[in-house]
């Protein structure tokens, strides 16, 4: 599976942002899929997840009621709403995906990564 992130930008704090991450290569509808991202000098946090039907998701704490993570199995493409941005949100924001059909936390659980999208917030 080839993964294209993308959706990045420079936004003020309490604004929005969405992240896609489309899908190639294989059946995308088999994967379950996850949003990371990674500060500079922090290590690789899990963010949301999503099931590969979209019936099972999960958020970090940090991002609950304010990111909500989606899929179009249509379209391969999963994506990642964020709104209330925080400064404290400010990475590099990664898509993942993992064969079991499920997400993790554990980011060494996946078996395919995106690129990355920069994500900035300014407060």
């Known amino acids: 599976v080839q993964l294209q992130a993308s959706g990045g930008g420079l936004v003020q704090a309490g604004g929005s942002l969405r992240l896609s991450c489309a899908a190639s290569?294989?059946?995308?509808?088999?994967?379950?899929m996850g949003w990371f991202r990674q500060a500079p000098g922090k290590d690789r946090e899990f963010v949301a997840g999503?099931?590969?039907?979209?019936?099972?998701?999960r958020y970090t704490d940090s991002v609950k009621g304010r990111f909500t993570v989606s899929r179009d199995n249509a379209k391969n493409t999963v994506y990642l709403e964020m709104n209330s941005l925080k400064p404290e949100d400010t990475s590099v924001y990664y898509c993942a995906a993992s064969a079991s059909g499920y997400y993790n936390r554990r980011a060494d659980l996946y078996d395919y990564w995106g690129q990355g999208t920069q994500v900035t917030v300014s407060s």
């Open positions: 290569g294989r059946t995308f509808s088999n994967y379950g």
């Open positions: 999503i099931s590969w039907n979209g019936g099972s998701t």
